[in-house]
């Protein structure tokens, strides 16, 4: 039987005119160093400019579908991209300016972007992406002179002049919500990167499915600080929630040194506040020297990596701030999971929560996957492959030859290995690839990582599986210390005894300056295994200890 | 450029599955008089009956698309069924208990219901639409023995039974989000009653879109008493609401009376209630001489009527209960708008904005036509009717003849006069066909209503126009007093000077013991005008007044 009901497609555009029509007062603050260090629009103000940059895009011939990418901070400017180019029916693609030039080259030309906004900050890096941009027909320099030497066939255009150019008025037209609206590729760390292609449809729902209570439940009284970067998984869709909510945005822009970042939270009082985990732990650490006011942050969250417990424990203790994480993956738009301790846990006990990886978001389906490919119970012990299925959740990479290996009967693989607890709370242990299974049973890099960190000494701590002759696997631990701060394996390994079990404990440590990180701010394990394989790595063992490790002149001799 | 997202469809089933996952062990109460004064059950086990209603009904032969209807009060088993019939592929049609056998045999003939789910209590209601009954195949009697006499072709069945013969685990089938999940007809006060067929998508999206800080930010830690009745418009969208957020539910079943529901309130400690104003209004009153505990509440909602600005201030004062208005209809599933105070709004200006109908919801369109069809400011003075658009909002009516007098270039035409004040707020002024045009300018009964309904002596006051000679229309003031309350329309014609402008206030007043009433509870406007015009109401007039007032033997003489 039909139903009555009208055929309203979901679309970007009804995101932009909820906040524009009804929050049309809401700021948006720009934060930046120097004199002018703020300044604040109005949603109607961004608004205004979304529409004549849609003007804009389409007098420069802009064609329906087409890519219009930006290299660009977290600026005003980034989020009227975010809501005119989608609404507009060309497609938002945003790239990671923290990626080489050649995965930014391949990903600029495999998208087939037309259009580049481009910070003039940044202008810099098209330099090295001369030979890639032969399908870019514009390039918009944003907040500043457009000096570049670019290919001849690209014009270049001033962001302002652009748009002082047009008049607002601009009429969004009627799309189908399957459409693309946007466009992110994956930072995989092995082949090439992938393009998930977000609909208009699954950017309405993300931005429903995160606005309810066990999500972000922003409102129109939030003044939502967004430090996770824009090109970074829609920056895990805080810019569309708080539009739609009617939340002030603040804009840290290039400001991300921790003590800039502690002045923007000082100054401008965030009610929420998202940022990946190392940002956390750095304010953490520079809060115990310096002023650091987390007084009216109600709702912060992380994610890209599982936070220490010790993280946790700290930012409740001493600020009072629950930091919550979300799950998911750049193919889940991204949040599948976040961790809202059930109404009423005992103080005592909501870090136990928040130490989980989230609870199963609505309209998202998560299973899990044993070894043995059959479908493991709830039960918080049995371990398996995390798969996702939703409306926000991709089911295939854009123009790119289909990926068995990604997807299972419909559902994504996420790669992620863990638990599910009653009550769809799950616990993620490991990258699937990074899980390390010594004398067949599964350690969790994750947890040893935890662990580690718990030490006071501790800055950051990276576990990756190494081959070992006696256990197929072990676990080499990569750690930096807190400057000043001194400790070994030895202590270390004491350290641990008692916190995980005792074959956990690894025999390799190496100490370094500063553990890797991939683009995003991950730890990057594959770059740790290479050194390792390498010899590169200066590799502590107990002394009793019969473990080898390689060297410079090749792997330890069986 | 097509996205890559996958092709989930939004089902109830989804929301079924969400409940009886994730919040498996949030519980559902039955409140009822007598001895088995209170039960509860698990959502695990709502969720285990609702698989066992659907193996049962696909035993007796349901077929995809067939109207299962419940004739119920609020109670487990209908939540069993408002999760159960949709997700299977049938559709859901709550009768409204309240209607005249006459309406209702239409209704149950035009739906063409095949499935009879009845409380045991309302049995006795199906002896006058014996003959209507000629669709129904099978009728399943709730809570008590299936002693009835029906046609020879029905089967009747006992629930228990039914259920206690099936095994859980029935396996949801996949649907088309566009099909009909629920039907629900309108009480118009003019003409059939039209049937609004909502689908799985419009019920999904309302219910993530009610989900957010904009609507009723509904959680895990909630206790979610919905008094407003099921059958009426979805009630309100906060069943599914409660259960996608694992809130507990309290059923009131068929305690509807104001010490019970006092009594209700004051042992179960809800911390949302859903009911009409006049619900609202009896609670208040009767707090006045019995204890009543409304300290648990932090969301209570109401609809169907403006409610006086009187009852605001008493439930905010007295009780700290700040009751929010949604404004909708059976046709926009309900909720169009939701008064939640901007936030930060000063204690003293709170009753200012709860005392509008509500900000418009997130991906809900409204406008306002002037009585020249042109679309009119949102500008808080120019009045129109106001339409709507969006994903769950209807766009026509089940097997009825086009209604191009309910629609307009696709919008819904709500038959509500209002203005739009800028940010979205809605301050609905009249039902259009209610306005009152004195003398060329519109009176707003329901502000004169409010405004009479503001001395401490009136009960309940309802306003309508009659002709008059002089000024084509006049406002007639139709009051119930408080029991012992005495005054008369000179006092309150003195009451109102000042308090709205002169020229609107009442010369005809009339006192009755109970102002009408619809089957839904709102005032019965047309039957206010029929006595008048029949001359069966006593009217009281001032001693200078020219006005004149029908009687028994004819109207007035001009």
Redesign the interface.
Known sequence: ????????E?LVR??L??GQ?????SRVVRCADGPAARSSQTFADIADQAERLAAALTRLGVRP???VATLAWNTPEHLVAYLAVPSMGA?LHTLNLRLHHDQLGYIVEHAEDAFLLVDATLLDMLAPLRDRLGGVRHVVVIGGAPEVDLPGHITVHRWDELLAAERPGFVWPDLDE????ALCYTTGTTGDPK?????H??I??HT??V????GF??????RVLPIVPMFHANAWGWPYAAW??GSDLIMNGRLLHTPDLARVINEERPTAVAAICTIWNSLVRHGEQHPLDLSSVRLAGCGGATPPRALLQQLKDRYGVRLKQGWGLTETSPLATFA?P???TPDEDEVDWLAKSG??M??V?VRLIGEDGSEQP?DGTSVGELEL??????????NTEDSPEKFHD?W?RTGDLGVIE???WVVVSDRLKDGIKSGGEWISTIELENAITEHPAVLEAVVVGVPDPRWEERPLACVSLVPGAEIGGDGLREFLAGRVARWWIPERWSFVDAVPKTSVGKYDKRSVRTLYAEGALDVWLPRDSDAQVPTESGPPQE
Chains 1, 2 share one sequence.
Not at 211 to 214: E, L, V
Request: aromatic share 10%.
């Open positions: 039987m039909k139903s009555t009901m009208q055929d309203r979901l009804d995101i005119a909820h029509r009804v929050y049309g007062d579908g087409e890519r497609v399957r459409e693309a609206a393009g998930v292609a977000y609909s449809r699954s309405s729902l429903l499915g606005s309810a209570s066990a439940a922003m409102h129109d009284g939030d739609l909510a809202v059930p109404h009423g609870r199963v609505p309209y389906e709830w299925r939703g409306p926000w959740v991709t089911g295939s990479y854009f419909g994504l009653p009550g769809g």
